[in-house]
């Protein structure tokens, strides 16, 4: 069983920086990738940026492309994202979540655990 904790979000202005954290438990040497997606009010889910656990093998939505930044942290288990210049558009709940198969980074039913999720507010 693995348990995700994010930590990190809250309220930004527009162009502002945050850094989400995420802590994971569990038997990390069965993971093939960790992500960060999102959800906005009335929106679908979104894929935001996606690292696989054994390589620094990185990828990302094209909306945050240049903006974020996904790593981790093999030693304490850690996945954070790095976000920069943050925009009213970038305001959702983002989760972070753990795949063991090795399937596609971007598809969120390509993860098995997801934590409960962080708010991140940016205001204009």
């Known amino acids: 069983q693995v348990q995700l904790v994010e930590s990190g979000g809250g309220l930004v202005q527009a162009g502002g920086s945050l850094r989400l954290s995420c802590a994971a438990s569990g038997r990390a040497f069965r993971w093939y990738a960790m992500a960060w997606f999102r959800r906005a009010p009335g929106k679908e889910r979104e894929f935001v940026a996606a690292?696989?656990?054994?390589?620094?093998?990185?990828r990302y939505a094209d909306s945050v492309k240049g903006r974020f930044a996904i790593s981790r942290d093999i030693a304490k288990n850690m996945v954070y994202l790095h976000m920069n210049n943050l925009k009213p558009e970038d305001t959702a709940v983002y989760s972070c979540g753990v795949a063991q198969g090795g399937d596609a980074m971007d598809r969120a039913d390509s993860y098995d655990y997801w934590g409960q999720g962080t708010q991140v507010t940016v205001s204009s």
């Open positions: 690292v696989k656990w054994s390589l620094p093998i990185t």
